[in-house]
């Protein structure tokens, strides 16, 4: 395994996507179209498995953090193009053998790509089969981009973007965001809190954003944070109540090597997403202990 950082980081993934003989997969939060060019460029003409993820929050897309055109640009060099609210991977996978993961977005400054890039780390990885299982279940449950849901992406993207408006969050139509169900089943350890609480001002990685003190927006963030709609699901699986024990076992199965924590940080993963659910007292579930083990129940 090696260590990548910044600027070696966009090095090691045109070296990689280069060397391509049968499939690409880049899984991306954020996209920006010039950065995506520059590496997908790399890719030689007979690659013919080639697939991108982003997130695409319409928050994301008029804040500018994402480029709709990503879309497009994408579908017409034909890449297949899926869509997860929910993404925070950042992940380029080549072959199905090799994999770089870390903290790089697929965007200028993330790719360093700009004078002022942002300062990243990644590793270049060996890829297990189980975990190639593990990503294929993340584009199983993503949404597919053809003809009729991009239409439905792009009107209301428009319509947003054209209006005046003093709003400062932006959200999909529930139309579309019902169209995403996920069923998690893959997680990195990245996407859980770094811990349990935070203070205004506070840069929360693993929602990639700044806390400016409003609970709501925080609770809100959280709801669509991949480790959140994960436990969401390990607890309605298991009619409405787990326990810590099987969470920590489920967690550790689920977790794809990057690297792959010990048990005894995945327990940390674990406590820390609690107790951020205490913290805000989260409105759908809730965690008490009401033998040695702590519980988390549907309230």
């Known amino acids: 395994m090696a260590i990548l950082f910044s600027n070696e980081i966009y090095a090691a993934i045109c070296d990689e996507l280069s060397s391509a003989e049968e499939s690409v997969q880049i899984l991306s939060a ?34 500018g953090s994402t480029d709709f055109e990503v879309i497009d640009f994408c579908r017409n060099l034909g890449w297949i193009v899926y869509v997860r609210f929910d993404l925070h991977a950042k992940t380029y996978i080549v072959d199905n053998k090799r994999g770089i993961i870390g903290s790089a977005n697929a965007t200028n400054s ?43 992406l792009y009107s209301e993207y428009t319509r947003i973007k054209q209006q005046e408006t003093t709003t400062t969050s932006f959200q999909w139509s529930k139309s579309i965001t019902d169209k995403f169900k996920p069923h998690i089943k893959t997680l990195f350890s990245y996407e859980f809190p770094e811990k349990g609480s935070y203070s205004p001002g506070d840069y929360i990685q693993f929602l990639d954003l700044y806390y400016s003190g409003e609970i709501e927006q925080l609770r809100n963030s959280l709801r669509w944070s991949t480790a959140y709609l994960w436990l969401m699901d390990q607890v309605a699986e298991k009619n409405g109540e787990i326990y810590f024990g099987e969470l920590t076992s489920n967690l550790h199965d689920s977790l794809v090597t990057d690297p792959k924590p010990y048990r005894k940080d995945v327990k940390g993963l674990l406590s820390n997403l609690l107790q951020m659910i205490i913290t805000l007292d989260m409105p759908e579930i809730g965690v008490d202990r009401p033998n040695y083990s702590q519980r988390v129940f549907v309230k």
């Open 110 to 152: 993330g790719l360093a790509l700009t004078r002022t890039p942002n300062y990243e780390m990644a590793a270049l990885v060996d890829i297990e089969e189980k975990d190639i299982e593990k990503i294929n279940n993340l584009f199983k449950d993503a949404l597919l981009v053809d003809d009729d849901l991009w239409i439905d």
């Open 30 to 63: 954020y996209g920006k179209t010039n950065a995506i060019a520059a590496i997908i460029d790399k890719v030689k003409s007979s690659v013919e498995k080639k697939r991108i993820m982003i997130r695409l929050r319409l928050d994301d897309l008029i804040k």
